[in-house]
T-cell receptor, first 115, second 112 residues
Framework: DGGITQSPKYLFRKEGQNVTLSCEQN?????MYWYRQDPGQGLRLIYY???????QKGDIAEGYSVSREKKESFPLTVTSAQKNPTAFYLC??????????????FGEGSRLTVL | LAKTTQPISMDSYEGQEVNITCSHN???????ITWYQQFPSQGPRFIIQ???TKVTNEVASLFIPADRKSSTLSLPRVSLSDTAVYYC?????????????FGGGTRVLVKP
């Protein structure tokens, strides 16, 4: 089945450690996004990519890094520079040529807890 | 980018109609209006999208006035399972790599 797979679903990290969250899609979508969600809050955009080897900062990119070496993959690294990384992270992809212009498809999310 | 404003929360009862209004005063000509639903610990899912006038599908209706500065999501005859957070997203969704930014969302609680 087509979709977006995020892993791991739950992750614990010690302060000062970098951690990489995986996002893979088999929808053949060009654009991919990373959002952060804190408890009771909305989604905030971290990074987005419209094509392989290209990505742009979102509203809260500090302390995060991404890569887009393959169309299917858009991993997010939470670095030790991120002051408060405990959050729910959501990856999404978008097909601008779909029946609904620009519908976002989301993964199930990764919940990161810093101990 | 068009900023959106929604009520923080709304309560309703089973069987009632729920209407959520989103304000987007600086919407651009090419912007579409899209609504998403999110359950706890899940990613949002698409509900409906429109550009102007009225759009209806099997789960909701979207009303957009002529000036497009606001939009109203209508959920007919809600059930307990409609308890969720609803987000209004405004942007030029057709543009590749569009910076799609969500607002705070509206938390809808459906009571028995």
């Amino acid at each position: 089945d087509g979709g977006i797979t995020q892993s791991p679903k739950y992750l614990f990290r010690k302060e000062g450690q970098n951690v990489t969250l995986s996002c893979e899609q088999n929808l053949n979508h060009d654009a991919m996004y990373w959002y952060r969600q804190d408890p009771g809050q909305g989604l905030r955009l971290i990074y987005y990519s419209q094509i392989v080897n290209d990505f742009q900062k979102g509203d809260i990119a500090e302390g995060y890094s991404v890569s887009r070496e393959k169309k299917e993959s858009f991993p997010l690294t939470v670095t030790s520079a991120q002051k408060n990384p405990t959050a729910f992270y959501l990856c999404a992809s978008r097909n601008p040529r779909g029946p609904f212009t620009g519908e976002l498809f989301f993964g199930e999310g990764s919940r990161l807890t810093v101990l | 980018l068009a900023k959106t404003t929604q009520p923080i929360s709304m309560d309703s009862y089973e069987g009632q109609e729920v209407n959520i209004t989103c304000s987007h005063n600086n919407i651009a000509t090419n912007d579409y209006i899209t609504w998403y639903q999110q359950f706890p610990s899940q990613g949002p899912r698409f509900i409906i999208q429109g550009y102007k006038t009225k759009v209806t599908n099997e789960v909701a209706s979207l009303f957009i006035p002529a000036d497009r500065k606001s939009s109203t999501l209508s959920l007919p005859r809600v059930s307990l399972s409609d308890t969720a957070v609803y987000y209004c997203l405004v942007g030029d969704a057709r543009a590749a790599g569009n910076k799609l930014t969500f607002g705070g969302g509206t938390r809808v609680l459906v009571k028995p």
